[in-house]
């Protein structure tokens, strides 16, 4: 797998994505999604009408900005969306006004302990309009009467959902979640779409058909998630098996997983094992509602087992939810290495079978069956005829291939070839168990 | 609240309380409760009459003492109970008789290893007599004919316990049990007393009633426990939701948590977080059978969640059971710290409630309830936001507010408001939940 | 017990036993169970067929080897079974040939990192043949023209089982098993049986009689063990409240406890209390199924409750399955040692009853019963008081003499006096449970 040319395709469509101006709804959130079917394929859509009632929440209206800036005293251009799309507050209503220093400040945000960064900021659900600008630039605006335009429209439209299903052979479900609702910030959003996209277009390819149906779910943050909820929450609470929320995983920051609210559910048992054996330093956090769409996956009317598998996450990089979250801070080497992080972690899962010895009184007699030397005594403790003998004893069909290696300290990945190896000699077999619980 | 004001108090009423030569029953120990009775208004008594059998045990008689010396070779006072109340064994019988200092020195008790101390004896369940002094005093005695005297009642009468029961809002009890039968000892028997007489008046004063009906009870050691447990113990195992003995609680040594016997009671729960989040150096000891009322209460017949919230533990510190227990070793400060650390134990349990989110599918929306930023993505990271968040994610009515804290880390004095803010704006419910369980 | 005399005896019957050229099945086995029949009384016999089925596998021929040697080119003897039992590869059929040293080469088996040790090798379940010899030797063979001749039979006869079954008073069962088929190695084989033995004497002389059922077993490893499990093994599976392989506990390695597959079996617990107090270093280990007999014992259908007491394991001493394992290897000091350490591990089983207070409210008075001085106050925390005041609380009916003395870190030889004495009062009573389960 060339994980690195994945990673330079990455980052170059992230470097096409950063200018568009997106936010929940309206035409650059949906050119967004486009631009990202151009590569992984077609992506189904959902809609959600605005003023549709979804759970506590109403789905808001569509915002399309074309033009924004502040003039100063002497007419001259003090800040303008086209420099950054971060300089207008998402959801601005439209506005023409001139208005003194002292009371434009009021509609000003900008970071004190971040001179040089422009915050980012919503309006999500109350009428109002603001703009963002480094203080720096703040404290050097002069008193005086400025002009304020916001050409832009608030209109009833749609809350669209971007999701690709790869079936698999069983309807158990697996779902990647991200979210494409933030304009020109690089980590904390493009990196997700970027690698889920690669990993719609592995699992496709993959051979065999995976065991599990895959969903991968391009959003619009938190309401997008809620509206996915609202539509197939039941469906998820019946057959998800594991999912994980795809964020903050484009920098070259050390692996952090967080868990899901269950804490033992087959994500978070596969994450913690993949993370363990793949020799990369990583910390695991508990789950904590605050971040990103775990918090509604991970409401506890549905309690789904969802956690984050995430590099440098939301509260420990600095440049986050401001300008300086660009596409510096984020590397087609980074990507690269998340890409296959997150494909062991997929791949783990796809193993993480439940088998049962055929033998179980006794040992089986190996050596006739070509599985052991025919001249015994020999090196009784080579690793590979000890990982041979454990499954042997441990499958009893009562737990999973994620268990059996953590009972011994074995990635699954070394153990899965033995175990396929044994059911080719009718020594294992497959458990058709039920859906995979918490561990 | 002034801690320090009311630990000078109860310096003081200590120090009425020393002279008073006390034992299980009698007119000393019916004198003590009377002038408790001054301090923290009415206690009523439950009588257990002398030979009454209660479980294993036969009701005492009475004790009366007036009068103990023992007189040397020349006729000058050698040890005279007007010196201090230990130096006659406790429930001796009366003698006037005359010996030799050899027949004498069965009847005397001393400590090798603490020359200055007078020790503690009793013979409460065995008709005898006997004399406590230090050991350099009793070096010092020369050969000879000694007289001994004891005036004193040993008579049918009864076994009082008393007890101040402060109705709550619910028929779920708290126990605050302490003992009131040793004479002129102080860390070992008057810190507990004058901290739950201080309880006591917080309690009565307390806005709104508290939520659990207290029992405080003012006891002689063990046998008091056992006859409440003969009356009132079915009415514990069905409503005893916490409970603590309350002794070794004056002096300034760190605080010391004996769990109960069922290790994870409210009781313990709540003892374990307020020493967690008070900030002061503390120790936590498993559950034994040596010490005090704990060893009825938590016999395993009842098994009752009552721990001991102590200070220097009866086998820490060496005064114990001497002459040097006294009102040096307890400082007005210490009794004020103790109160303090009582107080917010028990506003911990009034706090543990059980809650449950109204909105569980997805996140509520908060910011037009005025309880989240208009603008968005500002410090979602704040601790007030995140503990508000986490509460709304955690409470699904399975698991109190303590299990709450204890997953974050917080303390429940910080949780409990925002679950009230919460509560107000119809986002949490009170979950009237069972009688609160082990954790 | 003069476990230093008994040393010195199980060394001299190994010196005994060790020219026997044992293997599965033949009369050099036989020979041996007979040897140690001398020493420890009747040892029954259990049969089982050549070409009989049991579970996966089928009952060998017995192999009787009369005389194996190589001669060189020039007519000299190279190798000689003479010299030892290792040269030639257990259970070879017979052969008279003449072969170049290139042919010969593919009949050798040698150590390139052990140069001077032989090792060990079988082919009991292929028809083949082979020789053993040191890797130095190995290399000076010059080319040409090599004689070989095997002096063996492979015919139908019969697996004999030893076993010694001491009654108990109940017929719950406990298990010692150990090998008998290796020729001429010390620590990996006469440890065992020469601890086995030594054992039966033991529990034999025991007064009064053991509570449980002991069933001590010599057999021809793998093979013997399923012969037994496919007889016997129902019964085990209902009768079994712990076992132990007995095997490399010979040598002065630490002690290794190697837990059953189970983890937590009154055969674990019982291993780990006693390692744990009797002061020696030593390891535990988890379950895994390389090894000895427990991996039959252990195997999924069965799951008895068989851990293995050893020394130093089979994976962590280089002299292991060569012939470097001699009886320099092993020592009578550590023999004795290790009869020591299993006799207090069957007595710590044999301890480890359940017992209930009779006394359950309140605490018993215990001075009228001379089990408490008549004199209260004094030194309430001495240990004999505490362990008996413990004992008095903890035993609820629902928890063994370990898990007791595990709650308090002490050792069960000691609290055992303290429970028989409570029972002679009346204050405890055996509670007649359930055969004891995992803990």
Request: charged content about 25%; hydrophobic content about 35%.
């Amino acid at each position: 797998m060339d994980y690195a040319a994945r990673g330079r395709d990455m980052h170059a469509l992230a470097t096409r994505l950063w200018p568009l101006p997106r936010s929940l709804a309206g035409p650059a959130y949906r050119e967004s999604l486009a631009m990202i079917e151009e590569v992984c394929g077609p992506i189904e859509r959902h809609h959600f009408d605005t003023g549709e009632q979804v759970f506590d929440w109403t789905v808001p209206p569509e915002w399309d900005i074309r033009e924004a800036w502040i003039r100063g005293p002497d007419g001259e251009t003090v800040v303008d969306l086209r420099d950054s799309n971060l300089h207008v507050v998402s959801y601005s209503e439209p506005v023409d006004a001139e208005l003194d220093l002292e009371d434009l400040q009021e509609r000003l945000h900008s970071l004190p302990d971040q001179p040089d960064a422009i915050p980012y900021r919503t309006t999500y659900y109350t009428r109002s309009w603001g703009f963002c600008l480094s203080d720096r630039q703040r404290s050097e605006l002069r008193p005086g009467r400025y002009t304020v335009h916001i050409d832009a429209d608030l209109r009833p439209g749609r809350v669209e959902l971007g999701e690709i299903t790869i079936p698999g052979r069983t309807d158990e479900e697996v779902l990647l979640s991200t979210y494409l609702c933030h304009p020109s910030m690089a980590n904390n959003e493009l990196s997700g779409p970027m690698i889920v996209s690669q990993l719609a277009d592995l699992l496709k390819a993959r051979e065999p058909a995976p065991r599990y149906t895959y969903r991968l779910l391009f959003v619009p943050e938190t309401i997008g998630a809620i509206c996915y909820l609202a539509r197939f929450g039941d469906r998820l609470r019946e057959r998800l098996a594991a999912g994980y929320v795809v964020t903050c995983i484009g920098d070259p920051g050390d692996f952090t997983y967080k868990l899901s609210r269950r804490g033992n559910s087959l994500a978070d048992r596969a994450a913690r094992h993949v993370l363990t054996h793949a020799g990369e330093p990583h910390r695991i956090v508990d789950y904590y509602p605050a971040g990103s769409d775990e918090r509604q996956y991970c409401s506890p009317g549905f309690n789904l087992p969802v956690g984050s598998l995430m590099r440098s996450t939301y509260d420990r990089f600095t440049e986050y939810h401001t300008s300086l979250d660009d596409l510096t801070l984020v590397t087609p080497d980074a990507l690269a290495g998340s890409l296959r992080m997150y494909h062991r972690l997929i791949e783990a899962i796809e193993a993480a079978e439940t088998f049962e010895v055929t033998v179980p009184y006794g040992e089986p007699l190996l050596s006739p069956r070509g599985l052991y030397p025919t001249t015994g005594a020999a090196d009784p403790f080579e690793r590979g005829k000890q990982d041979m003998m454990f499954l042997l004893n441990y499958c009893d069909g009562s737990a999973d291939l994620l268990a059996a290696g953590d009972r011994i300290g074995r990635p699954i990945w070394d153990l899965r070839p033995h175990a396929d190896r044994l059911v080719q000699h009718d020594l294992l077999r497959l458990v058709d168990g039920p859906r995979p619980a918490d561990g």
